[in-house]
């Protein structure tokens, strides 16, 4: 649970960050049309929900900021008794103002006329650049004689780099369930199973523990399909001697997990997956090890290549000295992604890496990011020893930044070769006793 008093504390931050004599204003999410009159499921804005608090449609935040003054605004929906009727409660004008300690609240049809009345006060338009062309039509006609618009979204992005007590729980929470979805595909008997049972499985954990949605499409990868970064498809079965490389997680009250295993459909690794894996594993843990206060990203994308360099010239996958190989990017053939990126609200969450300087910004305290070392080998790949074509090994664990160092908050995730063959075996064992 986030606090109301700590949703205030983030707007009288921003407020802080505005020039005088200026308005910011941030809408919430419209629902998406899926086909003809079905909508996706609703999802707030992040930058919205991050600075209100507020979970409803057709609602907008605004700060106005004078010379001398600031002044927090909300509008909502009006409640109306038919239209309750058929989409649910709303909060209404009236406990909104109660609850959610925002100077003003108005319904959302005085909208227009409180904006325009507002921009008569200032000199500078705060909104997010990548809002909808129907919102920013809104703001323009009004907006018509103001010199400046800024973006609001990097000043909302740079407070969300830090996570506070509130949200690394959630965070927790959301890693906890997804763990506990890992944990039982893992201990499944998958004899006979396609993609898409593993991934009803999780997806079943993640609701019946009251997450409201995965934090991303989850990707279950059988075999080779794992070559395939961003594989969703899920349908194929899964092949008794092959791995399955399964990114899930879910999203609790609006914060994202990050979690990837890669398993054996068997319950155990061969030989070869267990070469690879144990490689791939090896790395991660290096590269975590090194997360600390003023780290730097790109030291462990570096470092991260190459030990993962090292490691194919050492499995024969890559031939040649890792100096000139690096050099040259040959790794990028099997390696051709980053080594993670910040979490939160969304999973790949919207923080800067750079300061407005184009300086990279150094690891801090509270800072959340994945670390996701993988190497993709496809089946048809003849200059890979055989015993390691069609193998795709990804491991992803989500680290919090701490003072001294960090803490892999999902370090309880199965995820060595024992661990992992441990947990397959469970099932195994009590069915043919
Ligand atoms: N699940 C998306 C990613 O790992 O970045
Ligand atoms: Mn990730
Ligand atoms: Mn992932």
Redesign the pocket.
Same mark, same amino acid.
């Given at each position: 649970m986030i606090q109301e008093s700590e949703y205030k504390k983030r707007r009288d931050l921003i407020a802080k960050k505005l020039v005088k004599n200026s308005l910011a204003v941030l809408f919430s999410n419209s629902y998406k049309n899926r086909s003809n009159d079905t909508d996706y499921p609703y999802r707030q804005d992040s930058n919205f929900y991050y600075l209100s608090g507020f979970k409803e449609d057709n609602s907008a935040l605004v700060i106005f900021k004078s010379a001398t003054n600031i002044k927090t605004i909300l509008f909502v929906e009006k409640k109306e008794r038919l239209k309750e009727l058929w989409n649910g409660k709303r909060v209404g004008r009236k406990k909104a103002k109660k609850r959610f300690l925002f100077d003003e609240v108005y319904d959302y049809s005085e909208f227009e006329s409180k904006l325009k009345e507002l921009m008569l006060k200032i000199k500078t338009l705060y909104f997010d650049f990548k809002l909808d062309y129907s919102k920013v039509k809104v703001l323009k006609r009004y907006a018509k004689n103001l010199p400046t618009h800024k973006n609001i979204a990097p000043l909302v992005a740079s407070m969300r780099l830090i996570k506070s007590d509130a949200e690394i729980k959630l965070i927790e929470k959301a890693i906890s369930i997804t763990q506990d979805a890992h944990h039982k595909v893992i201990s499944l008997d998958k004899d006979g199973l396609y993609e898409y049972h593993l991934q009803s499985e999780m997806e079943y954990v993640f609701k019946n523990s009251g997450a409201y949605s995965d934090?991303?499409t989850s990707?279950v990868a059988s075999g080779n399909s794992a070559n395939t970064l961003h594989y969703i498809s899920n349908d194929k079965i899964l092949l008794e001697d092959s791995l399955i490389l399964i $990114?899930a997680?879910c999203e609790y009250e609006y914060y994202a997990s $990050?979690i +990837?295993r890669t398993i054996p459909v068997s319950g155990q690794f061969s030989d070869a997956q267990k070469e690879l894996y144990e490689m791939v594993l090896d790395v991660q843990l290096k590269i975590i090890a090194m997360i600390k206060p003023d780290e730097k990203r790109t030291l462990l994308q570096e470092k991260a290549e190459i030990l993962l360099t090292q490691g194919m010239i050492r499995l024969g996958i890559l031939k040649g000295s890792y100096k000139k190989l690096l050099k040259k990017k040959k790794h990028k053939k099997y390696y051709p992604h980053g080594i993670g /990126?910040w979490m939160g609200l969304d999973? /790949?969450d919207m923080a800067p890496y750079k300061d407005e300087n184009d300086k990279e910004i150094p690891l801090k305290k509270g800072m959340v990011l +994945?670390i @996701?070392p993988g190497i993709y080998i496809s089946k048809n790949d003849k200059c890979v020893p055989k015993k390691f074509r069609g193998l795709g090994i990804?491991i @992803?664990d989500d680290i919090l930044v701490t003072k001294n160092g960090n803490k892999n908050l999902s370090s309880n995730i199965a995820k060595t070769v024992d661990e992992i063959e441990k947990l397959s075996f469970t099932i195994s064992t009590s069915k043919n006793t």
């Open positions: 934090a991303y990707i $990114d997680g $990050d +990837t /990126h999973v /790949h +994945t @996701e990804r @992803e």
